[in-house]
C-alpha cells in the first residue's frame, strides 16, 4: 500500500510564495517520475512541472522562472517552490509519483489528495 501526503497549501497575495511538499509513504520499491498537477474550478487538469529520477525538469510554460520543482530521494518527497503567485494560479494542486513497489515489481501511478493554492487580495 502506497499514500502521498501533500502540505503546504493555503491564501497567498499576488506576488507571495507558497511551497508545497509531497511525501511518499509504503511499500516503495523505487519512484520514477514525480510532479505536480492542477486543476481550476471548471478546468481540467494540467501538468504544471515534472521531475525524472535523474532530475531533469520541466515545466509549463505559464510557471516557468516562477516556479521550481524539485526531490529529495531518501525522504521519498517532491517539492513544488511557487514565488510570484498570480491570481491564476489559483487552483487545487496534486502530485503525482510514478512508483515500483516491491511485492509487485511493476510502475503505477499515484496520486495525492490535493491541497488548495488560493491566490488572492
Known amino acids: 500500500q502506497v499514500e502521498l501526503v501533500e502540505s503546504g497549501g493555503g491564501l497567498v497575495q499576488p506576488g507571495g510564495s507558497l511551497r508545497l511538499s509531497c511525501a511518499a509513504s509504503?511499500?516503495?520499491?523505487?519512484?520514477?517520475?514525480m510532479g505536480w498537477y492542477r486543476q481550476a474550478p471548471g478546468k481540467q487538469r494540467d501538468v504544471v512541472a515534472i521531475?525524472?529520477?535523474?532530475?531533469?525538469?520541466n515545466y509549463a510554460d505559464s510557471v516557468k522562472g516562477r516556479f521550481t520543482i524539485s526531490r529529495d530521494n531518501a525522504k521519498n518527497t517532491v517539492y513544488l517552490q511557487m514565488n510570484s503567485l498570480k491570481p491564476e494560479d489559483t487552483a487545487v494542486y496534486y502530485c503525482?509519483?510514478?512508483?515500483?513497489?516491491?511485492?509487485?515489481?511493476?510502475?503505477?501511478?499515484?496520486w495525492g489528495q490535493g491541497t488548495q493554492v488560493t491566490v488572492s487580495s
Open positions: 509504503g511499500s516503495i520499491f523505487s519512484i520514477h517520475t
Open positions: 521531475i525524472n529520477s535523474g532530475g531533469s525538469t
Open positions: 503525482y509519483m510514478g512508483i515500483v513497489t516491491w511485492r509487485t515489481r511493476l510502475e503505477y501511478d499515484y
